[in-house]
């Protein structure tokens, strides 16, 4: 009996122990939840002394925005994503319309230009007309500005998405992909200034005269990326390509 009654003891203060480290434990885990809590509080602090101080330039110097960005994003945060991605530190910086008035401006960019482009203009070219809508100088919207809107604007499912063709980024706006043919047309069309005829393809890319013709022809009919021009002074016949070419507007 004896032996049992220390068995017993033993086992009491085992559970004691083990009280003792739950709260222990708890306590511990308590204070570093308050820790947090506080070193968030700083933090945001500190974010909005950062916003009121420098707002301006993270709206108009492209160079500030880019780094602003970069330092953001080492710590997972998106500030100018909106309010909805952004949560609150958008509402705080007050930048997260920015983004969203920018996607809104290469939409209008987008559509305007499609009845002659096709739903495909070169990166440079949309940064120099929305910059024109903005009524700001050149240079002030970069093309790390329009990937990250056209990001925003994936969801709304209408097609609008960075391609690169021949090393040159585009954007398009129509849900159709290109294909091999009309890839290599476009590439050709940048190192021309827009213009493609037949022979170009034939001689460069030993494509047959058919398959020259019949990929040029559903560009025209089918796709409407190019522009067909007859009376061309050097072939007689010459295809436009709106998208590699430059526009005075």
């Known amino acids: ?5 220390v068995g017993l003891a033993a086992f009491d203060r085992q559970e004691q122990s083990q009280r003792s480290f739950a709260e222990l434990s708890s306590a511990l885990s308590q204070s570093q939840v308050d820790h947090l809590h506080l070193q968030l509080n700083q933090f945001r602090t500190s974010l909005a002394h950062f916003a009121t101080t420098h707002r301006n330039s993270i709206k108009n110097d492209p160079s500030f925005r880019y780094a602003f960005q ?4 080492s710590i997972g945060v998106d500030p100018l994503a909106g309010p909805r991605k952004g949560g609150w530190w958008a509402e705080l910086l007050g930048l997260g319309d920015w983004q969203y008035e920018l996607g809104v401006q290469i939409i209008d960019v ?37 990937v990250r809107s056209v990001k925003t604007l994936q969801p709304l499912g209408a097609g609008y998405q960075i391609v690169e063709i021949g090393g040159t980024k585009m954007v398009r706006s129509v849900m159709k992909q290109l294909d091999e043919d009309q890839t290599v047309i476009l590439s050709i069309a940048q190192e021309e200034g827009g213009r493609v005829i037949e022979d170009m393809l034939i001689h460069r ?7 020259a013709r019949a990929a040029l022809e559903n560009m025209l009919l089918r796709d ?9 002074e050097r072939s007689g016949r010459a295809y436009w390509i709106p998208s590699a070419m430059q526009w005075d507007l």
């Open 1 to 5: 009996m004896h032996r049992r009654g």
């Open 70 to 73: 970069q330092m953001c994003s």
């Open 110 to 146: 987008c559509v305007s230009t499609r009845e002659r482009n096709g739903g495909l203009i070169e990166m440079s070219e949309l940064i120099r007309l929305v910059s024109k809508l903005r009524g700001v100088s050149e240079g002030a919207i970069t093309e790390d500005d329009i």
């Open 205 to 211: 890319k030993g494509w047959t005269r058919d398959r």
């Open 224 to 232: 409407g990326l190019c522009w067909l021009d007859e009376q061309d």
